[in-house]
């Protein structure tokens, strides 16, 4: 029996501040393209995942209408003001044939270079329990600044991590656990943060380290490189 195909939540209704300019990060040029065209093919080449759904800001004017992708359909909705909410908002859009049980990917629009093997080791051992991220441990010293900007103290790295995406969760649970974190003013800043704080232990994936999130304008050279490498 082959194994089910997954769906996958983009949340894009962001504004991309850091980067500057009035379009909003997702939709700037990376080799020739817009960055997020870039992520969604990239997602789309991944034999389990099914289908995509991409959260909007409401009036989006940049959106290129995409439909379809290797065959397979990309669905929209309107995005919330945090990214919280615009996960749950893509959650709660999946069609019904996703059900609470069924596992769903999460995965920053700002991440064009997740390499394939790394998405299907996630979903075979996350899969094996109730979800879990990609990620990386620290590996470099880590120092407290304080008010002047100076080190004030080396933090232990041990057990530490760099949190990727995509993480994954059962639609239900992770549904419930965003929900959970609105209801207490929480602003979660990945779908592991609600999870953890709604009692789960996600499983922590190790992944590559150039599975970067574009957030700077210098990282648009970087993505592209790194895009060029990965695809030759």
């Known amino acids: 029996m082959s194994a089910p195909a997954l769906w996958c939540v983009v949340p894009a209704a962001g504004r991309g501040t850091r980067v500057g300019g009035?379009?909003?990060?997702?939709?700037?040029?990376?080799?020739?393209?817009?960055?997020?065209?870039?992520?969604?093919?990239?997602?789309?080449?991944?034999?389990?995942?099914?289908?995509?759904?991409?959260?909007?800001?409401?009036?989006?004017?940049?959106?290129?209408?995409?439909?379809?992708?290797?065959?397979?359909?990309?669905?929209?909705?309107?995005?919330?003001?945090?990214?919280s909410d615009s996960v749950l908002a893509g959650i709660d859009a999946l069609p019904a044939s996703v059900g609470a049980d069924d596992f769903v990917l999460v995965h920053d629009a700002a991440r064009p270079c997740v390499r394939l093997a790394d998405i299907g080791k996630l979903i075979e051992l996350a899969g094996a329990g109730d979800g879990g991220l990609l990620g990386a441990p620290l590996r470099d010293t880590l120092k407290r600044a304080d008010a002047d900007g100076r080190s004030a103290l080396t933090e232990p790295r041990d057990q530490r991590w760099r949190a990727f995406t995509p993480q994954m969760f059962r639609r239900g649970q992770l549904?419930?656990?965003?929900?959970?974190?609105?209801?207490?003013?929480?602003?979660?800043?990945?779908?592991?943060?609600?999870?953890?704080?709604?009692?789960?232990?996600?499983?922590?994936?190790?992944?590559?380290?150039?599975?970067?999130k574009v957030t700077t304008a210098a990282d648009f050279a970087l993505a592209e490189f790194l895009l060029a490498r990965t695809m030759a």
């Open 22 to 83: 009035d379009c909003p990060k997702q939709y700037l040029p990376l080799a020739g393209r817009p960055l997020i065209a870039h992520t969604l093919e990239r997602l789309a080449a991944h034999p389990r995942i099914g289908g995509l759904l991409v959260t909007l800001a409401a009036g989006d004017a940049h959106w290129p209408g995409i439909d379809r992708l290797d065959g397979k359909p990309v669905l929209t909705a309107i995005g919330g003001a945090e990214r």
């Open 175 to 212: 549904a419930m656990a965003l929900r959970g974190a609105a209801r207490c003013g929480v602003n979660p800043s990945d779908e592991a943060m609600a999870m953890e704080q709604a009692g789960f232990a996600p499983l922590l994936v190790e992944g590559a380290e150039d599975n970067i």
